[in-house]
């Protein structure tokens, strides 16, 4: 069975993001452990752990991952700025271990005033180097594809791969795949026989074992146009044709799925909610869905 989800907010407490995805129909949930703009981070309680995990159970949520900081950057070629992220996310880590989370997405960094490989030997001795602070721990990194804006890491498959084959214990580490991403970044996911390339390349550079998530996102900007602005489902430059083949490929649809979509309402309706309801009218769906030709309608918010 697909699992479908959508970042959730833990405004209120951090159960409140399980009963708010299941109140627009999620079967998995993302959401941050703390501010993900700041540094500090409030304690997580006994209550909290308690509250999150009777809510997990309750409404038996079986995929819960967090979304590291935005701030955090291991390929800082600054070594007070790599530093402080590796703190951060050793910190990250530990409160997703005590919240019985399994997976921390992170985007891999930026190189900013160094170089890409630079950047890549960064990361991967900072991954090095929180391991041996945290020790043996219960959650792992997922590094996360990217646009490719900048000096950003990660928008190829292989910068992924060269981290990971430069991390010590590389077992500990899994991958996160942004739909909107790799289109930003020029992979395309449309029509079949390109998708199936696109496929392709990341099961020879990452390997699709190690993908644990996916966030599902339409992109607002063109294929490799190296800009990050998600889109709600089939109302971008993708359309509906990718998520068709991603929920109907046979390892892909087994992943874990998440919508990182902006919030609001559409008509008294939720717009998770409705976007979720478009992912699964695709599953099964075999016939292929040609692209509008017209620009996709301005939702209002």
Known sequence: MVKLG???????????????????????VQLFTKNNNQWRAKPITDDDVE???????????????SHASYLINLASPNDELRNK???AMVIELQRAELLGIPGVVMHPGSYTTSSEAAGIAA???????????????DSQILLENVAG???NIGWKWEHLAEIIEQVDEHERLGVCIDTCHAFAAGYPLSPAKDFKKTVASLNKWVGIDRVKAIH?????KPLGSRRDRHEHIGRGEMGLEPFRLLLN?????????????AKGQEDGRDLDAINLETLRGLVGQTEPIAPKKSTPRQLKF
Request: proline content about 3%.
């Open 149 to 151: 804006q900048g000096t």
């Open 85 to 87: 992220s590796i703190d």
């Open 249 to 261: 490929h046979h390892r892909l649809k087994k992943i874990p799925m998440y919508l990182e979509t």
């Open 6 to 28: 959508a970042h959730m907010s833990i405004a209120g407490g951090y159960y409140k993001a399980i009963e708010a995805g299941v109140a627009v129909g999620c079967d998995c």
């Open 216 to 220: 599902l996102n339409d992109s607002k």
């Open 123 to 137: 990361i991967a001795r900072s991954i090095n180097e929180i391991h041996q602070k945290i020790g043996p721990c």
């Open 51 to 65: 509250k999150f995990k009777a809510a997990v159970a309750k409404h038996k949520i079986q995929h819960v991952v």
